[in-house]
């Protein structure tokens, strides 16, 4: 059974910084592209941040580029997004995905598994 599993959340100062990991079981994962994707109370899950199954390719948010940075360890099955400069809209519930297709998963922002993700809160 393929397993993701986030940690890494929890609530930070606005300016703050933190470090989210995935770690991914019962998948060939180098064969996947993976992502982050988030959900504010309310509001549609949007994505985030993909990144190719090699780590060479990357794609961003244009709400996140620049601060955000998604990076994977295929050694470690695991997968990263280390989050600066944080703001209180990045408020959500983060999710990692696997799924095919590091510019398709962003696009239509769908993938194969999903993790039940990490609380992320930015105080002001």
């Known amino acids: 059974q393929v397993q993701l599993v986030e940690s890494g959340g929890g609530l930070v100062q606005a300016g703050g910084s933190l470090r989210l990991s995935c770690a991914a079981s019962?998948?060939?994962?180098?064969?996947?592209?993976m992502g982050w994707f988030r959900q504010a109370p309310g509001k549609e899950r949007e994505f985030v941040a993909t990144?190719?199954?090699?780590?060479?390719?990357?794609t961003y948010a244009d709400s996140v580029k620049g601060r955000f940075t998604i990076s994977r360890d295929n050694a470690k099955n695991t997968v990263y997004l280390q989050m600066n400069s944080l703001k209180p809209e990045d408020t959500a519930v983060y999710s990692c995905?696997?799924?095919?297709?590091?510019?398709?998963?962003?696009?239509?922002?769908?993938?194969?598994?999903w993790g039940q993700g990490t609380q992320v809160t930015v105080s002001s």
């Open positions: 019962g998948l060939a994962f180098s064969n996947y592209a």
């Open positions: 995905a696997a799924g095919h297709g590091t510019y398709a998963m962003a696009q239509k922002n769908v993938a194969n598994y």
């Open positions: 990144v190719s199954g090699s780590g060479s390719i990357t």
